[in-house]
């Protein structure tokens, strides 16, 4: 069965440095999401993006955060200057035409 | 966005039948009703979605009331891999938001 791959499984960061989160979603996938899961509580949208462009963020999504798919099958998470607060479960998604949404593993951020 | 409002947990023995309640008293008529599930220490996964008639698929069944208030998840037979965070939630018709908003869900605990 396809599936959605993140790297790494688990990523140790020092405060204020920038971390790369990666996904490979499922290929004739079309629309790319980020969510993010703080120890013991919701998963939490941050951002949407289809046809090479964001097309809907959360208040969560502000300037330190950005997303890329530079190569046509990764899909990248930036967070340019972590704080302790952006410690969590980093999952990406992604959908063929928003019905079914296939998550991965998660990536699980450890800022220190 | 539209709420959902689930219990926030439940208890089932192996091999019953589990019914998990959803009520969503505000939908709309092009909000489709969707489940994901959440094993521990894994990224949610899809299970069931529906509109207005029953739906079936080989993880569970989805009865959606007639009035569409309210909705219920049936895992026919419960195993212990059954055992995770269920969420309802409402996701709009294509061409309105893309995200998926999680609540807390049902935490199903299924005993052996």
């Known amino acids: 069965e396809p599936e959605v791959t993140q790297t790494p499984s688990h990523q140790v960061t020092q405060m204020g440095q920038e971390v790369i989160l990666r996904c490979v979603p499922i290929s004739n996938h079309l629309y790319f999401y980020w969510y993010r899961q703080i120890l013991g509580q919701k998963v939490e949208f941050l951002v949407s993006f289809y046809n090479n462009e964001i097309s809907e963020k959360s208040e969560i999504f502000d300037d330190q955060f950005s997303v890329e798919r530079p190569d046509g099958s990764n899909f990248t998470l930036k967070i340019r200057s972590t704080k302790l607060e952006d410690s969590a479960m980093y999952f990406c998604a992604s959908t063929v035409i928003r019905t079914e949404a296939f998550f991965g593993q998660g990536t699980r951020l450890t800022v220190v | 966005d539209a709420k959902t409002t689930q219990p926030n947990s439940m208890e089932s023995n192996e091999e019953e039948p589990v019914h998990l309640p959803c009520n969503h008293s505000?939908?709309?008529?092009?909000?489709?009703i969707h489940w994901y599930r959440q094993l521990p220490s894994q990224g949610p996964e899809y299970v069931i979605h529906g509109l207005t008639s029953n739906v079936n698929n080989r993880m569970a069944s989805l009865a959606i009331a007639e009035d569409r208030k309210s909705s219920t998840l049936i895992l026919h037979r419960a195993t212990l891999r059954d055992a995770a965070v269920y969420y309802c939630i409402l996701r709009d018709a294509p061409g309105g938001s893309e995200k998926l908003v999680f609540g807390k869900g049902t935490k199903l605990t299924v005993n052996p």
């Open positions: 505000t939908i709309s008529g092009t909000d489709y």
